[in-house]
């Protein structure tokens, strides 16, 4: 098990990290099918060697000092995939905690799930559960795993549980609405850059209200190559960008 340190200021400014560090990232993992592909391997390989580049920008994360990390793993419309790709996927995600959640619950990792959990088999949910459950407490690192995740579904929802709430019109703000997104469970409940691998510029459903001021930084690497060395290039793009939220910075 390893523990994730986090860097020294000599080893951020050796890495060139000295900047506006984001608070919140998102990343949509992309490309597994493509690295696969290229490799002649069936496309369950590529979601494996994803998760084993998952598990490394979780641990960098902390180490760069990271508060929320979303990752964008299973899609509202990645089920009209084959059934055989959705369960291997499924499959991995079981293995994922299983393997992880000791890793993850030692380094003080606070877990959260971004997604309705009722389509999954009773194993993961239980699974998925209880990852939540056993680092509900932690205060370091807010690790999100958008599964079962589509944003305009999660609008949908939340537009449902305001009216089953009975919250009278006038009293509908958009702090209202952003307190019945799955995001509401962030400190940071929108991400300051959303990044994109292997080259695809759209958000496919991903997080559409919270991006409404994110920054979007893409690469053409694939997930299983986005190495720690890919992710703080992509985090350095974000700290050269000016964010103006609307607003008229010199006069
Ligand atoms: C991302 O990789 C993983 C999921 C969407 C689950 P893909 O499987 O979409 O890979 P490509 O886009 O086909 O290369
Ligand atoms: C988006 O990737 C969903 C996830 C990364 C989980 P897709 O590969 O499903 O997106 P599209 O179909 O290319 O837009
Ligand atoms: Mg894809």
Redesign the pocket.
């Known amino acids: 098990m390893k523990i994730y340190e986090r860097f020294s200021d000599a080893e951020m400014k050796r890495l060139g990290l000295t900047g506006n560090m984001p608070k919140h990232v998102g990343i949509?993992?992309?490309?597994?099918?493509?690295?696969?592909?290229s490799r002649m391997l069936p496309?369950s390989l590529?979601?494996r060697a994803?998760m084993d580049a998952l598990q490394e920008i979780v641990r960098v994360s902390k180490s760069i000092g990271i508060e929320a990390l979303t990752v964008?793993?299973?899609?509202t419309e990645?089920w009209l995939?084959p059934e055989q790709?959705v369960n291997a996927?499924f499959s991995l995600l079981v293995e994922y905690f299983y393997k992880e959640i000791d890793e993850l619950d030692a380094n003080n990792v606070r877990v959260h799930i971004l997604g309705s959990l009722e389509r999954f088999s009773p194993k993961l949910r239980e699974l998925m559960e209880n990852a939540r459950e056993r680092t509900e407490k932690n205060t370091g690192l807010h690790f999100a795993i958008a599964l079962n995740y589509g944003s305009r579904d999660e609008i949908t929802r939340a537009v449902r549980s305001i009216v089953s709430e009975g919250i009278p019109e006038s009293e509908i703000t958009e702090e209202t609405i952003s307190s019945h997104l799955y995001t509401r469970c962030l400190p940071h409940p929108d991400p300051d850059v959303i990044i994109r691998t292997?080259g695809?510029q759209r958000l496919s459903n991903f997080l559409l209200w919270q991006a409404a001021y994110s920054e979007f930084v893409f690469t053409d690497t694939?997930?299983p190559d986005f190495t720690p060395e890919v992710y703080f290039e992509c985090i350095k793009q974000y700290m050269h960008r000016t964010r103006r939220f609307g607003k008229v910075l010199e006069v």
């Open positions: 949509i993992m992309d490309g597994n099918g493509r690295w696969a592909k496309r590529g979601h994803g964008y793993a299973f899609s990645n995939r790709e996927l292997a695809e694939t997930f």
